[in-house]
């Protein structure tokens, strides 16, 4: 059963002297256990469908339409003070750069108890820090609890940061690209952690890396330009990928022994580019004539597999 649903989500820009839409009917679930991967280059609209989520919107964002369903409450509609309870508590966010996410003049004890104590009254936040210090597998957690951050590796911060969501009982944990500032080594540590908490939540992996997302998601959400081109399971995703900015997003991962490396030409359009029809059709090489006029709607194509695209008519 979902935990949240992203319903129809519709968000612009208010900009000088117009309104520039940025998403475009973005729908998602998340399930507890599962990790959703919302996947695309950068631009595509994925942070800001994860922002819209913690209400942690630009002043000038407006929310057109659409519901965030989340137990029993559209978040969009909830005041501050109220996102403010569920903020860290019922949501967290694992943010891209883990060395900025910390404040480097508190210890990391001090960060993680603050947390607890402004979302867990009367439980001992000294020992529920150290509690998920050791849950993320930080050495001596005790003792650790009273460094400061440029005592932590890069890779010991997002463990910190993770345990900050762990001390709390998130229900839903938002990973921002949580391993790009990471090396390979400590970028598997992170994947293998998030996929040990994954039973007790629901993971929403926001990433452009398609071989992450193969080795540890459960359902795959393609964004293009502000909308969602294909959603499908994983497995099925991989196996039989079908709109073409998934299959050329998949042919421009570097091969073993490839001659050559496939690239996508062109550049995602930012807000101020009006398109006609497809959003993709100005990079397509299927594009056909229906898709400089007209909007693909939404084909099944499988088993809970979608994708927006003309070719599946
Ligand atoms: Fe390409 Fe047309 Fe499909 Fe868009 S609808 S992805 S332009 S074939």
Redesign the pocket.
Known sequence: MAVLEVKNLNLGFECEDSFKQALFDVSFELERGKMHALVGESGCGKTISAMSILKLLPKTAKITSGEILFEGADLPELSEKEMQKIRGAKIALIPQDPMTALNPLYTVGNQIMEVIETHRNGQSAFEKAVEALERVHIPCAKDRMKSYPHEFSGGMKQRAIIAMALACSAQILIADEPTTALDVTIQAQIMKLLNEIKPETAILLITHDLALVSENADFVSVMYAGRV?ESAPAHNFFQNPN???SLALLSSLPAAGAAKLETICGQPPSIHQEIS?????PR?????E???KEI?PVYEVGKNHYS????NK
């Open positions: 081109v709109h073409p900015y029809g497809c959003r993709f059709h397509c090489k299927k594009c056909m229906i898709c400089t693909p927006a695209c003309f070719l």
